[in-house]
Every structure is written in C-alpha cells, then in structure tokens.
C-alpha cells in the first residue's frame, strides 16, 4: 500500500545516549536496528516513544523526565537540551490534511522545560494526540512494542494484562472521562447535601 | 365584665412581647431566600442527574467496545497461536462473564503436544511466544502504520524465530516495522540495517548500513 503513514525520519539529539545528532532514515518495510548490548539501541524505541508523548519517566528507565537528556561522560560534557523528532511521510490523505510530511518534535531541558512541536511550531500534546487519533499513532496505542508489554501480558495480575486490551479497545479515554464525571458527581452530592442544611433552616425561620 | 375583659387581653398582649416591625419584610425575605433555594436544589438536581446519565452511557459504551475487542483479539489469537506455535490452540477466558469491566483475563494455551495448561505453567520461551502472539493479535485489531519492536524475540530459540520471523512478514502488506533484534534470522527479512555502536564510550553512533544498491537490483528484478 503506497499512500499509508509511514515513518520516514527519526532525529536525535541530546536524548540519552544519542549526545550528538543522529539521524535516522527508513522506508516502508523492515528495518532492523542492530548492535551489541548496551550500546544504546534500546533508546531508539525509547525515543519514538517519548516524542509521541510518554509521560511515564520510569516507562523510559528514568526517576524524572529530564533524565533523559544526556548526562556526559567521562570525555563528554552533560547537555542541556534533549530533542527527538519524527517525520510522518504520506499523510494528506490518511489524516485529512493539506500536508503530506507532518514532522513531530519534543524537547526538554535540564531546568524541567519542555515543549512539542507539529511542524517546527509550538503546540500541544493534545494538538498531537488529536491529529493521530484512531490511526493508531500514539503512546497509548501499538507503535512500540517492548519487553515491557510482553511482561505486562504475562503478568500474574490480571489488571495489568487488561490495560493493554483497555488500549486496544480504546476505551483509556472513557475511563478518564468517567473518573472525571465521578468526581463531578462527589462534588455535586456535597453540595447538595449542604443545601439541605441551609434549605431547612430557612423553612424553620418561615413557619416561627 | 369590661374591666376583665381589658385586664385578659393586656396580659395576651404581654405575653406576646414587643411587636417585631420589620418580621412583614423578613418573612417576604426568607420566602425569596427558600424559593431561590429550591432553585439552587432542583439545579444540582438536575446536575446529578445528567452526571449519572453520563455514567452510565460510559459503562454501556466501554463495556461493548471492550466486549468487542476481546472477542476480535480472541478469534485472532486462536489463529495467531497455532501459526506461531506450528499446532495446538489457546484462547483467552474472561474470568468474569457478567462484569466484563472489571473482569480479569485469563490465557489458556496448549502447545502442540501438550495438554491444555495456564500460561504460568508454560516453559520460558512457551510463555514468550504465547504473548508475541496475543500482540500480534492485539496489533492485528488495532493496527499502527508503523510499530518499533524493541528485541520481542530475544528469548526465542532457532524454531520460534523463524515462525516468528514468517508472522512478521505477514504485517508487512499493513505495517512499518523497525525492529531492535539481535537475532541473525529477524535481520535477514529486513531491507534496511542500521548498526547501533559505541566508539567512545558512552555515546551512541549510528552506522547505515543500508543495501541500497542491491535493493535497487532486487527491484530491477521485478
């Protein structure tokens, strides 16, 4: 199929291991990504991850999100700046938009800053999540399938293997919509309840 | 008879006490005050209402859209397990039929030649190729235009690879793939390489190793 998504570039610079920019072109197809151990290509998928907007610092091996920017070594200075983007080739016709390449862009910086970027411009991960919603694009969908969701599917506790149907089934949104609506309604029935209060205190002043 | 009379209904009177002159404009006050309340009420009321609606239509839609997916998922895995497997059959179990929201999801498996067990009594690699195909599967419902597999065949034996390898292809026609592998048989049905290396210590390079020009016979090929 020529004119599905694909991912055409991956750009990094100052995200883990990557100190120095590097960047990745792929074609539709297999790439395999190859190397002895610990020589940093987990942080590949590590990278893609992130710049489609994981949240989790842990989910990435980390305690806090800016423990992904390089941290120097023993010849190398630390940095200040992590920046990973990917470039989506064929678009237009699969996301309705008037560009074929959509290029996303997160960044981070030692002080807690950070940002994402559609196309070179400042914007949400909402703006992110909302372009790529129901193509599967997304952290919270199948484009990065790690150890980790083979753990989660083998694990003893029948929550966690749930989560990753829940995503599957797409219903991670409702769930927060619901926790939400649940938190409204607790707020509501307080209120209500005070009402009550002042409502018969009312009433008793009326009838002396 | 009047001086009785006069002297009951003064005493009446004291009992009273002093005549509240304003009690006219308060008892007016008080009614606004109640029906303003009762407004206020009949809102939150209504609110709570409208809330538990919502609730509800949530439940009723995440139940079917679960339900949905686990029967999908569920009919692939059967397929997916006895491809990946080479025999046998499994199939995944809601431990609770009536409340499909909180229920727990059972994997049941049997390796061809086996009986019919939990995937806990599986053998390590058993248990892997038991979850590869269930992401497959999973993937195969809801699929990603393209999908980084980072070293999902690292507990595979030569056998399961290669049946691991030929599932993958499968994909190919619908998805990407960019898969972190170390095994020889995954990077043989890939078009492009990139090597991952660390000449200084610490700092990852990448080297392309990209066939370009045999791909470029491959395709005069055809």
Redesign the interface.
């Known amino acids: 199929?020529e004119d599905?998504?694909?991912?055409k570039t991956l750009e990094i610079v100052g995200f883990?291991?990557?100190?120095?920019k590097?960047k990745?072109?792929?074609?539709?197809?297999?790439?395999?990504?190859?190397?002895?151990n610990?020589?940093?290509?987990?942080?590949?998928?590590d990278a893609?991850?992130w710049v489609l907007g994981e949240q989790r610092a842990r989910a990435l091996r980390g305690a806090k999100m800016e423990d992904v920017i390089f941290n120097?070594?023993?010849?190398?200075k630390p940095l200040g700046m992590a920046e990973v983007s990917i470039t989506?080739a064929d678009c237009s016709e699969?996301l309705g938009i008037e560009y074929d390449e959509v290029c996303i862009t997160r960044r981070v910086f030692r002080s807690g800053e950070s940002g994402y970027f559609l196309n070179r411009k400042a914007c949400r991960l909402k703006d992110i999540q909302r372009l790529f919603m129901d193509?599967?694009?997304g952290t919270d969908?199948?484009?990065?399938?790690?150890?980790g969701?083979?753990d989660q599917?083998?694990s003893?506790r029948?929550?966690d293997?749930?989560i990753?149907?829940?995503?599957?089934?797409?219903?991670t949104k409702?769930?927060a919509?619901?926790k939400e609506?649940?938190r409204?309604?607790e707020h509501?029935?307080a209120?209500?309840l005070r009402?009550?209060d002042?409502?018969r205190e009312?009433?008793r002043?009326?009838i002396s | 008879m009047i001086e009785t009379r006069v002297a009951e209904l003064r005493a009446k009177l004291d009992s009273m006490g002093p005549v509240n002159l304003v009690a006219i404009e308060e008892?007016a006050e008080?009614?606004e005050?109640?029906a303003f309340?009762?407004k206020?009420?009949e809102d939150?009321?209504a609110?709570?209402q409208q809330?538990?609606e919502?609730?509800k239509t949530?439940?009723s839609?995440?139940t079917e859209?679960?339900k949905?997916?686990?029967d999908k998922?569920n009919a692939e895995f059967q397929e997916m397990f006895k491809k990946l497997f080479g025999g046998g059959s499994a199939k995944l179990v809601l431990?609770d039929d009536e409340d499909v929201l909180e229920?727990?999801?059972e994997?049941i498996a049997r390796p061809p030649g086996k009986k019919l067990q939990t995937?806990?009594l599986l053998s390590g690699g058993e248990?892997?190729m038991?979850?590869?195909a269930?992401?497959f599967s999973?993937?195969k419902?809801?699929?990603?235009?393209?999908?980084?597999?980072?070293?999902?065949d690292?507990a595979l034996d030569d056998a399961n690879i290669n049946r691991f390898v030929e599932a993958?292809?499968d994909f190919?026609?619908?998805s990407?793939?960019?898969?972190?592998?170390?095994s020889r048989q995954?990077?043989a049905?890939?078009?492009?390489?990139?090597?991952?290396?660390?000449q200084?210590?610490?700092?990852?390079?990448?080297v392309?190793m990209?066939f370009a020009d045999y791909q470029a016979n491959e395709k005069n090929m055809k």
Request: proline share 2%; with cysteine; net charge positive.
């Open positions: 199929e599905s998504v694909y991912l883990k291991s990557f100190a120095n590097t990745l072109d792929f074609e539709p197809g297999m790439t395999a990504i190859v190397g002895p610990g020589c940093g290509k987990s942080n590949v998928s893609v991850r120097g070594t023993d010849s190398a989506l699969a193509t599967g694009v969908s199948y484009s990065v399938l790690e150890q969701k083979i599917i083998l003893a029948a929550d293997r749930r990753v149907f829940e995503e599957a089934a797409g219903i409702y769930k919509d619901k609506a649940l409204k309604l509501t029935e209120n209500l009402l009550d002042v409502v009312v009433k002043q009326i | 008892h008080h009614e005050r109640y309340l009762m206020q009420q939150l009321s609110a709570k809330l538990l919502m609730i949530i439940n839609t995440t859209l679960f949905n997916t686990f998922v431990t229920a727990g999801i994997i995937i806990s248990r892997t038991t979850a590869v269930l992401l999973l993937f419902v809801k699929p990603s235009p393209f999908c980084v597999l980072d070293e999902l690292a993958l292809t190919l026609t619908q990407q793939f960019i898969i972190i592998t170390h995954t990077i049905a890939a078009s492009v390489i990139y090597g991952v290396t660390m200084t210590r610490g700092i990852s390079k990448v392309s990209k």
